[in-house]
């Protein structure tokens, strides 16, 4: 069976962790899905997923988003970034997943003065368009081996793809689906007044269809 790695940095999260990553996992089917946290020890039970203490050998990666910042870096970071230097799977990024295989592959990460929470239009150097969700205040100002393919107004690197790797990252989280925000709310993971910086949470693109080669 295939093996999917999720490095699952929001882990201690019920609605953006359990939720967020049952909504990645969902556009791979028939896999066998491995947990790494290196962030937290304090995790909760998914009720799905092998939890692992280290990364395995698989077929696929992904790096979700999380509360901990790529400019503010933490140890635990750098086995992160090893990862992303020497795997030779596919490998995809969100949101922080996005910031630290840039940073991770010679590229600069800052923090903004404010935080980002909304949907905004991203647009394609193909020149396709569409709305996704951003939650974020790191920015990505360098992609370092990376080439951007989409920015948005207030995000200049919002979309990258590797040019001779199989890596794409996203700064915005295809994975929160209008299910995924009214259970952040439902569970208390998000407030009301937080839940309305996003409207009616509808966004053009999914996991499968902002991320996933063919």
């Known amino acids: 069976m295939l093996r999917l790695l ?94 630290i295989i840039c940073k991770a592959l010679g590229g600069d990460v800052i923090r903004a003065e404010n935080n980002s929470a909304f949907i905004a239009e991203v647009t394609y150097t193909d020149g396709t368009k569409g709305k996704q969700l951003f939650t974020h205040q790191d920015h990505v100002v360098n992609p370092g081996e990376m080439e951007v393919i989409g920015s948005a107004e207030h995000c200049k690197i919002a979309v990258c793809q590797h040019p001779t790797r199989p890596i794409k990252t996203v700064q915005y989280h295809p994975e929160a689906v209008q299910s995924v925000l009214e259970y952040s709310l439902e569970c208390g993971d998000m407030t009301s007044l937080e839940r309305n910086n996003f409207g009616d949470g509808i966004q053009d693109l999914d996991v499968t269809q902002s991320l996933l080669y063919e």
């Open 6 to 99: 999720v490095v699952d940095l929001l882990a201690e999260r019920e609605a953006f962790g359990k939720k967020g990553v049952e909504e990645i996992v969902r556009h791979f089917p028939n896999h066998e899905v491995l947990l790494w946290a290196p962030h937290t020890t304090n995790f909760r039970d998914y009720q799905f997923g092998k939890r692992i203490d280290e990364p395995e050998e698989c077929d696929v990666i992904v790096i979700t988003g999380s509360r901990r910042n790529v400019s503010q870096w933490e140890s635990w970071m750098d086995e992160v970034s090893d990862l992303i230097r020497t795997c030779s799977v596919p490998l995809y990024g969100i949101c922080f997943g996005h910031q």
